[in-house]
């Protein structure tokens, strides 16, 4: 079971640290991802940490802003976004597969938690 939380409501420009909790089973060899689905827009992917961590894959728009990391003594992987903007805003999901590549499709991710809302005011 995966668990988001960190959303909340914030100015353009601000900061936000997104957390995706793991329970019943170890992130250790899985891939861990983020999405986001904004109202009447397509689920979107936003970034991705392969199981070692040596691997980060980001959307084009949020790199240099964004960071995902992860905790595995934690059993958390983490989601830093600077530098928020207005088109950052929607529901943000945490997902998890244990499979290698295709980091950035939904598809292809077998767990996913619940999704946290972040909304950027300009």
């Known amino acids: 079971q995966l668990q988001a939380s960190g959303g909340g409501l914030v100015q353009a420009g601000d900061s936000l640290r997104l957390s995706c909790a793991a329970s019943g089973r170890t992130f250790g060899s899985y891939t861990v991802g983020w999405f986001r689905q904004a109202p009447g827009k397509d689920r979107e992917f936003v970034a991705a940490?392969?199981?070692?961590?040596?691997?980060?894959y980001y959307l084009d728009s949020v790199r240099g802003r964004f960071t995902i990391s992860r905790d595995i003594a934690k059993n958390t992987v983490y989601l830093q976004m600077n530098s928020l903007k207005p088109e950052d805003a929607a529901v943000y999901y945490c997902?998890?597969?244990?499979?290698?590549?295709?980091?950035?499709?939904?598809?292809?991710?077998?767990?996913w938690g619940q999704g946290t809302q972040v909304t950027v005011s300009s």
């Open positions: 940490i392969s199981w070692s961590g040596r691997g980060t």
């Open positions: 997902a998890a597969k244990n499979t290698y590549g295709n980091y950035d499709l939904a598809g292809h991710y077998d767990y």
